[in-house]
């Protein structure tokens, strides 16, 4: 006969209420934000402001119910910091558009926000288990490909925007496939490297102070290298390109600890890079522009010149430390200011200060993912939730890196902030796949109440 347990296992605690304090207080923040936008504008408090107040907090309010019934143990703090983040983005492009910035719309930013938390309540209502997801690995793998590929074999007409074939346009519809092509391929990547990881940890020899892996076992990693490639040459799209190659080499280091996987990776996408830069000329000339954005023959490029990036240069130039106050800047003057360069008017009028705010608001989102990521008991756990932190983190690096001028511009942005349909749905996808995970790691796992016998019985 076994021995009972002499005391019980300590229960995590779900914070519920610590969870709808901290989304009140995120929706207040936003509102005094908002508030601030008219004031410096128009002299006085909006006039929508009640109506945009309510709307957010019973969006968020329904988010937090769906939450509280189908993943009760998920991590609190996720779902107030992407609530605290998109409103700021809100305010963002509201204040846009009371600069009569063309295209910024708050409307229907907050309509894509109620849009987003649906998919959130659908994906945590019909996926009570994410490990049924490692069942569908090849066929998650094989519907990233096609999303992938479909804006590079339809016509321009029916898909470029700007120089970039990443769009499926029909009539006023238009949506951003790669964007839910990338939560895909991080589920194919999880199931694929959970089968793999031990042929990919240990096989290999030892060069110096590196395990170098088997020739023969490069194969993943040149073949989403070949992806990441075709993507830059043929859709145009540096961004995506480098999001999908450097969210596979970040999740194959977690499921190996293998560094030479990192170094492979660097060299392959810099020599690739490097080749295509070379072969075909509108990735050489992003590579140029990156170099010399004061050039006057990139400045005045209708499409595909500096003058954007230089724009975005000059705004967080005017914010400065503490910048020019919500409401008190010239962000209308940076093309794109409620889209992929969001960041930049959010520099100008929040300074270097309100800047590393933001940011801090993402590292503590990306955080509780890694947090997650190591709290998970079973590998396939592990792997997608590290993937999907990582996958956010690139991305706000790529962005912010972008507009900044520290890596050539791509035509990701901002999470949870930028104006889009597509970015925004495909986001809200990825925080419930987070709770979900997360809600797996922190339920307590059953205990046994009785031990008599050759019986047991658990409860949950």
């Keep these: 006969m076994s021995e009972v347990a002499a005391s019980p296992v300590l229960m995590p605690a779900k914070r519920r209420l610590a969870q709808l304090v901290m989304l009140a207080l995120a929706v207040l923040i936003v509102m005094g934000a908002y508030a601030n936008v008219g004031l410096a504008v128009d002299g006085r408090v909006p006039a929508g402001m009640l109506a945009y ?62 849009l ?6 659908v994906t945590l209502v019909v996926l009570r288990d994410h490990r049924m997801l490692q069942r569908l690995t090849y066929t998650a793998g094989a519907i990233g490909l096609v999303l992938l590929a479909i804006p590079a074999v339809l016509p321009g007409s029916l898909s470029e925007v ?60 040149l073949a989403t290298w070949g992806l990441s490639l075709l993507v830059l040459v043929f859709e145009k799209d540096l961004g995506t390109s480098l ?11 977690i499921a190996t600890q293998r560094t030479s996987w990192v170094l492979i990776g660097l060299l392959l996408f810099v020599g690739g890079a490097y080749l295509a830069g070379l072969a075909f000329s509108h990735v050489g000339d992003r590579f140029e522009i990156w170099l010399n954005p004061g050039s006057a023959e990139f400045y005045d490029r209708e499409i595909g010149g500096s003058y954007q990036i230089m724009q975005g240069l000059f705004g967080f130039g005017a914010g400065g430390i503490l910048g020019t106050g919500l409401g008190q800047g010239h962000p209308e003057l940076i093309p794109l200011s409620f889209s992929d360069f969001i960041f930049a008017a959010t520099g100008e009028e929040l300074g270097l200060t309100g800047l590393m705010a933001l940011l801090m608001l993402y590292a503590l989102l990306v955080e509780r993912g890694l947090r997650t990521s190591l709290a998970a008991r079973d590998p396939f756990s592990k792997l997608l939730s590290g993937g999907l932190a990582f996958l956010l983190a690139w991305q706000v690096f790529i962005i ?7 890596i050539p511009l ?19 996808i990825l925080i419930a796949l987070l709770v979900r995970t997360s809600d797996a790691a922190r339920r307590p796992p059953p205990q046994a109440i009785q031990n008599e016998g050759l019986t047991q019985v658990f409860q949950r």
């Design 400 to 406: 912010v890196g972008g507009v900044t001028n520290l």
């Design 162 to 221: 700007q120089g970039a074939k990443i769009w499926i346009r029909i009539g006023g519809f238009s949506i951003q496939p790669g964007e839910f092509a990338k939560l895909a391929l991080v589920v194919f990547f999880a199931g694929y490297l959970v089968a793999k990881r031990d042929v990919l940890a240990l096989a290999g020899r030892r060069l110096l102070f590196i395990d170098l892996p088997r020739a023969r076992d490069l194969g993943p990693v």
């Design 410 to 428: 791509t035509g990701l942005v901002t999470p949870f902030m930028s104006q889009g349909g597509s970015a925004l749905l495909a986001n809200w």
């Design 243 to 253: 999001l999908l190659f450097g969210t596979f080499i970040a999740m194959i280091y």
């Design 53 to 114: 107040g309510l709307g957010l907090g019973g969006i968020m309010l329904v988010a937090y119910l769906v939450l509280a019934k189908f993943a009760p143990w998920a991590d609190p703090l996720i779902l107030p910091l992407v609530t605290l983040i998109n409103g700021l983005g809100l305010v963002m492009i509201y204040r846009l558009e009371s600069a009569k910035m063309p295209g910024a719309s708050a409307a229907s930013q907050i309509m894509w926000t109620g």
């Design 116 to 121: 987003g938390v649906v998919m959130f309540a």
